[in-house]
T-cell receptor, first 112, second 113 residues
Framework: GDSVTQMEGPVTLSEEAFLTINCTYT??????LFWYVQYPGEGLQLLLK?????DKGSNKGFEATYRKETTSFHLEKGSVQVSDSAVYFC???????????FGKGTTLSVSS | DTGVSQNPRHKITKRGQNVTFRCDPI?????LYWYRQTLGQGPEFLTY????????KSRLLSDRFSAERPKGSFSTLEIQRTEQGDSAMYLC???????????FGPGTRLTVT
């Protein structure tokens, strides 16, 4: 079945370091891809999305590119801040579906 | 736009009791979704409504679970005869029918003792 695999955490970085969180997916056709972020004690917030191959989603300095050939949607940020500490979830929505399928989440901890 | 709201935020109940959660979606959104999230896992889809019609249910939604959206606005999720395995965060999300983006509420954390 369709699935999302994320790199295991936690990821621990110093402020201003470069961030990459890997995400790969298994799905037929052309799913839509998402990154959600969950700050401590809060609900999921949509961070960025891409709906077709080679699309780049971006928001708040974060970017991810939809790579059909490698079935990947890796999250990157050039310079992380302490306030970026959170759990990040990669998700997909099937081409003809409605429900989101999530990865297990990756915890990011940024220290000053 | 007040976002998706859920009540209560926390619920502690004894095994065997019934519980009901409420979700109020973003006002113009005609789709409403329920997910369950256990510790250390990503959310898992339970069911969704388009207006008042429940169009899809996952295999996770056992017979003890029932969801309604009677007037196409707010929704309720009821769990009957709760079990310890039902302890989780229950998340509600909403969207426009024409959009892939789903917006989540803060969740209801259920603890079954």
């Amino acid at each position: 079945g369709d699935s999302v695999t994320q790199m295991e955490g936690p990821v621990t970085l110093s402020e201003e370091a470069f961030l990459t969180i890997n995400c790969t997916y298994t799905a037929t056709g052309y799913p839509s891809l998402f990154w959600y972020v969950q700050y401590p004690g809060e609900g999921l917030q949509l961070l960025l999305k891409a709906t077709k191959a080679d699309d780049k989603g971006s928001n708040k300095g974060f970017e991810a590119t939809y790579r059909k050939e490698t079935t990947s949607f890796h999250l990157e940020k050039g310079s992380v801040q302490v306030s970026d500490s959170a759990v990040y979830f990669c998700a997909l929505r099937r081409q003809a579906g409605t429900a989101l399928i999530f990865g297990k989440g990756t915890t990011l901890s940024v220290s000053s | 736009d007040t976002g998706v709201s859920q009540n209560p935020r926390h619920k502690i109940t004894k095994r065997g009791q019934n519980v009901t959660f409420r979700c109020d979606p973003i006002s113009e959104h005609n789709r409403l979704y329920w997910y369950r999230q256990t510790l250390g896992q990503g959310p898992e889809f339970l069911t969704y409504f388009q207006n008042e019609a429940q169009l899809e249910k996952s295999r996770l939604l056992s017979d003890r679970f029932s969801a309604e959206r009677p007037k196409g606005s707010f929704s309720t999720l009821e769990i009957q005869r709760t079990e310890q395995g039902d302890s989780a965060m229950y998340l509600c999300a909403s969207s426009l029918r024409t959009s892939v983006e789903q917006y989540f509420g803060p969740g209801t954390r259920l603890t079954v003792t």
